[in-house]
């Protein structure tokens, strides 16, 4: 089992910056992928980006490629996601989640443990 504790979100205006964290305790951190969705009020939890367990691999859903950049600290069990450029539509309640192998994945599937989630708001 693992615990997850996300960190960071706020309220910060279109063309700024964020930088969320993620702590993890429970299962060894570099045994498996770790990712982040976000869920906007009345739509579905998607798919933002995620990273294998050695920080190699990293995918990101088209829409933040380019202003979001994951990375992990295995010496620290943390992951984190530098948010730049940030739009409205970026405003979301953000989730670190712990994926269920090595290989990091881009579905809700591909994921056992999440966080509590935390919220980022970007005003117009």
């Known amino acids: 089992q693992v615990q997850l504790v996300e960190s960071g979100g706020g309220l910060v205006q279109a063309g700024g910056s964020l930088r969320l964290s993620c702590a993890a305790s429970?299962?060894?951190?570099?045994?498996?992928?770790m990712g982040w969705f976000r869920q906007a009020p009345g739509k579905e939890r998607e798919f933002v980006a995620a990273?294998?367990?050695?920080?190699?691999?990293?995918y990101y859903a088209v829409s933040v490629k380019g202003r979001f950049t994951i990375s992990r600290d295995n010496a620290k069990n943390t992951v984190s996601l530098q948010m730049i450029s940030l739009k409205p539509e970026d405003t979301a309640v953000y989730y670190c989640?712990?994926?269920?192998?090595?290989?990091?994945?881009?579905?809700?599937?591909?994921?056992?443990?999440w966080g509590q989630g935390t919220q980022v708001t970007v005003s117009s």
């Open positions: 989640a712990a994926g269920r192998g090595m290989i990091a994945g881009t579905r809700l599937t591909d994921f056992r443990s």
């Open positions: 990273i294998g367990w050695s920080g190699v691999l990293k």
């Open positions: 429970g299962r060894t951190f570099s045994s498996y992928a």
